[in-house]
Every structure is written in structure tokens, then in C-alpha cells.
């Protein structure tokens, strides 16, 4: 894998990633453009014990642009777009509009009164373009085009982990307009969050626990449980096994994780990167075949933070769609958006079972 | 107020509430309903330590039904639908389609594996219709059908917190296909929980925690804070404050506060009661002049369970809408999907200048 880094005319990082062999992409950014954006702020929230992300900038984002206007494809015939090269593999640029301030310093906290804590919105948003081809989709990729994607994934991983404010590392994808998506070049999103989330929180809270009662990980206990009883697991290959969480929020829901357990995507061994792109198309395509069609979902990779739980957590890809039949979905109202209580329709035996049939 | 209490062809409870003077509902349901479905159950999720509700009975609820059709309208003109009498005030009665089962007795956990613990649905789920009207909505309702409403929600959280099973009472609203709404008709849910929501421990672990380093009540001081700085507060009147949180999470979101601190509506003072529907009914319209026509909402009351927590939880009316702007929706996307980490366009002050300048 090579990697060549630019500057876009504003000032924002931008990296391609190929594989070896291919042209230079160094082409420079010829627009003009504003300068960037004021940085968020993050605010506590006293009574979740979490931060919040205010980013007033973001409300003027690029909001689902035609084909022909798109930001994300690479510059061809005169036009300039966000990615200055004719051509690139992978491209990681910071966002434009970003939730995050890019500031790369922590600040402590700063306190506006004894309630309301805030703090400058360190930390870095970035967006991943997965092809050159807009209309593809990362299922439409080949395993060697998956390949570098994760290698971009994990060298961001590294590269992001080292910046002074950077607590956690979110690699994520969000696909569909069912799911907010505001541009359809084929592209996730990078958050290098300045604080722990709190759902990371959580779960670290609760595997210390199961430590201490029970001097076992709760994560191999849970992944060896689901592979022993199988009811929930939707496939598995040499170092990976995705199944349906007994728990289930989402209507069709998948945990993938390796065998071996690892803190973040830079832990991973050889083997679990070269059995990573086969599997995960596989699971991209059943969820692709539950509807017919291209289903919206949201895919994230769980990592350690940078520095806490890094001996407990384990890195894995959670992925689900919100869809619950062709013309159905799923909503976050008032119990789930307002009580954090989930309901599932969809028992998640028979989610597996229906995602176990859809083999392409 | 009123009360008259009726069963369904199926033995699903209804309740009909009427200002004094109203005639007798006592018509029957002459329907042949089918079985209810059979009870949902809870799953533990050993990760986020919260239970999830699988109710596979869900799926197939009633969806998006013609005018004509609607099952919350009086049964009129030959047509019987879920409420038998020709005319109501406020009627509340059990979700044909219910989350929780409405198994009355606790059950404790049980046990699949030491990774895996489920335990039947007990609780109930109810419906709550503001009016007969079918094209009305709550914000078109009068200050006396209001404290109807208002009398509905207390009695129905007095009686299922006297259920053995039920640890915590959800009055909610979803307002709008934006925010999932299945049946049109002006109407609320009422989710009385077999658990305290992960949302209230949450807050219950704060505010402990608070008094503990502080000796006083979180809640206290931030309402005394916003009512000071006044930068965020939107109206208020003797007996309730409405403010935008400091950390808010939703482009335009309100938390309204009795200026006295109770732990649920049954503690609200007559003052506080009488004082209430003028407060809300500005409140949801400044909410629809935001954008013109209906503002999407979601809209519940957090209350404090039955059984913990009450010396410190503050009864309050958590509302806000999931519009960013006329033709945008905020998407709980991966990050606050996946992560919980929530970002907002809107700055909360910008949110609160708007919503005041915003009075009818």
C-alpha cells in the first residue's frame, strides 16, 4: 500500500491510498475556497455524564448534490472537486463541514458555570471515498478494493491515535437517504472523537465488571457462546464470525468479530486482514438481498480508546439496517430517543435465519 | 373529572375520561376479535446493561390506515372501531399491538446462559387519545381538554405504578411520519416499563453523585442557572420554566420544568396544574411556527420509577423536533447511532431566540 498526502487549498489534510504500483497523484487544489469554518464546541451534558458536539457550520453542509456536481469524484475535465487527482484508489480527506474542530490540542474543560462544563470541539472529522466510481457502492467493490480500504481504515486508526487530543477512533459508514446521507458518492466517515463515547463507556464498564466477578472477558464469552449455540450466527470463515446479537436492537443486525480478540484495527493479525474483505462483502450482500435492492444500513467499526480498556475491549464491525420491511422502518421515537428502551420486531433468531438463507 | 372503564371483545382494558357532566359510554364492543398476540419478551444486553424489548406481535400493527378507516376515531355510523362509544373526552386503552407484554406480576431474571438472560414482557403499553377529532392535534386542543389530557396522564401513572411489575411510567407523544407515527389520529402512548429505562439510571446515577460531592440537587441548580442566565429560557410562567438544554442534543429542543420539584404528576400542585396547559399549548405552537404547517415532535414526560430514585428525580417535559430546517431532518446516524455521541447543528441560544420570538 502507498500513500502520498496534500493540502487542500483551505489548509485540510487530504491522503490518497493505493496500492503499489500506481501513478502519483499529486496534482494540486486550484480552487479558491472561504476559509474554514469556525471549530465546534463540546458541551456536558450533566445528567448523561457526556459531551455533546455543537457544530453550527454543519447546518450549511452540501446536501445530496447531482451526479454530475459531485465532491467527492475524482477532478476530470476541468472541473475541480474535492479530490484534486484524475484518479485515486481510496482517498481520506478531513470534512469540510466537520462535527469536530480539527483542533489537534486537548483542552480541559472549562467550566461556565458549576452545571454547564464546555469545551473547544477538538478532535478530527474525516471522509473516506471507498472508489473513484460514484456509482458504486462498497458491496460493488472487489475483495483487493476492500482490501485497501481497510488498510486505510487501520493506518487512519494509527495516525489519528496519535494526536494529543484524540481519545477514540470511529470508523463508520452511513448508507442510504433513509439513514441522512447528504452525498451518494460512495464514501464512511472517520470520527477521532476528544473524548471516550458513551457507548464505549458503558461497555467498559460493564466488561471491568464481568472481570472482576467472573475473571473471564465478556466479549469471548459472548462470541464462543454464540458459536457454540449458532441460532444467531449468519456466517463465519477462518478468522471471523458474524451473528445477530441475542440482544438485538436493530431489525436485522450483525456483530462481525475476529477469532482473536484485538483492541483496535491495528492489532489485526494477517490472516484476520486477509479474510476480512471476503466475509464482510458476503454480509453486505445478504443484507443487500433482505429487500431487493440496496438497503440502507450503518456499519461501524467498535475500537478500544487510545488509552483506557485496551486489554478488555475487543475491536468488531456492527452493522444494521433500520429497515423492517420493503416499506417499512424502524424509528428511534420517544422510548428509544427519549428513554434509551429499545423494541424489536424482529425476533433475532429468525433475523439470523433469514440472513442465513439469502447466500448469494 | 370522570372515569368509566370498559373491557374490548379481546379483554384488552379501556378507560374513557370525561369532565364532569359528560354522558355515559358504556356501549360495548361488539367486535370479534382475534386473540390477543402473544407476550413480547426482554432480553438483557450484557454490553450496555439495559433490557430490549422483542415483540415480534409488532410487525404487523396497523399502518398509516385511511381517514375512514381509523381506529382511535368513536364508532359511528355502523363502524365499530377500538373505542365502542359514539363519543369521548380522553380515552386511553392497552396497545392492540403491545412492546410489553402486559403481564402483570414481576418475573425475575432468567437465564439462557451466563452471557444471555431474558425474562418475559410484563408491563403494559397504552394508548391515549387527546380527542375524537380525528384531524385535530394536541396543540389545537382547548386549556380545559388540555388539563383532561393532563388528568389522564396522572391517573393512568397512579394506577400502573401500582402494578407489581411496573418499575417506571413513560407518557409520551410521537407526532408526525417523520418521527414513525403508524395512525394519525391525535394521539400519545403510555409505556409502563418491567424496568427502569436506561436514559433514568443514568440520570440517577448523575444526580446521586451530584448530591453526594455537593449536598444539593442537580436539577435545582440547573433550572436556577437557566432561569438566571436566561439566554436559553423560552417562556415561562408562575409555575413552569421551559428552557433549551445547554447541551442539547436536537436542533430545537425544550425541557419544561415545574418551578417546584416533584417526582412524577401525581405531585404536581393544583397551581402547577392549572398552570400547565397555557405554558404547553405556547410552547407547541412557537414548535409549529418554527417551519410553517406540523413541526414532527416526539414529547414525554420523565418521571422518576415507582420504586427508586424519588428524593432526587425531577418530573420535567422533555420536546423536540427531528427538523434541522424546512426541508431537512436531523438522522440519528452512526455516531449518535453507534456511539451515543450526539452532534447539533443549532446552538442551543440561537434555538431558544428563535422559539421566543416565535409567540402567537
Redesign the interface.
Known sequence: MKRERIHLADGRELVYYDHDGAPPRAAEDSRDLPARPAG?EL??????????????N??ERT?LPPADDCPLCPSRDGKVTEVPASDYGVVVLENRFP?LSGESRSTASLT?????AYRPGAGRCEVICYSPRHDASLVDLTPSEIALVLAAWTDRTEELSRIEAVEQV?C???RGVE??VTLQHPHG?I?A?P?V????S??L???TD?VRR?GRN?YD??LA?ERE?GARVVVENRSWTAFV?????WPYETHLYPRRRVADLTCLDDDARADFPGIYLDLLRRFDALFGGRTPY???W?QAPVREGREHLALHL?TFTVR??AD????????E????????????E?AAARLRELAS
Open positions: 465546534s458541551r456536558y451534558d450533566p445528567f448523561l455524564a457526556s459531551w455533546v458536539m455543537v457544530a453550527a454543519r447546518q446536501y462535527a461556565a458555570s458549576p452545571t454547564h470511529f463508520f459508514e452511513n439513514v441522512g466517515q470520527y472523537y473524548f463515547t458513551p457507548r464505549t458503558r461497555a464498564a460493564s466488561v464481568y467472573t465478556l464469552d459472548v457462546a449455540d446479537p441475542y440482544a438485538a436492537r450503518m456499519s461501524g467498535h456492527e423492517r420491511s417499512k422502518l424502524k424509528y428511534l421515537a420517544s422510548s430517543s427519549g428513554m434509551d428502551a429499545f423494541a424489536n420486531d424482529i425476533v433475532p429468525s
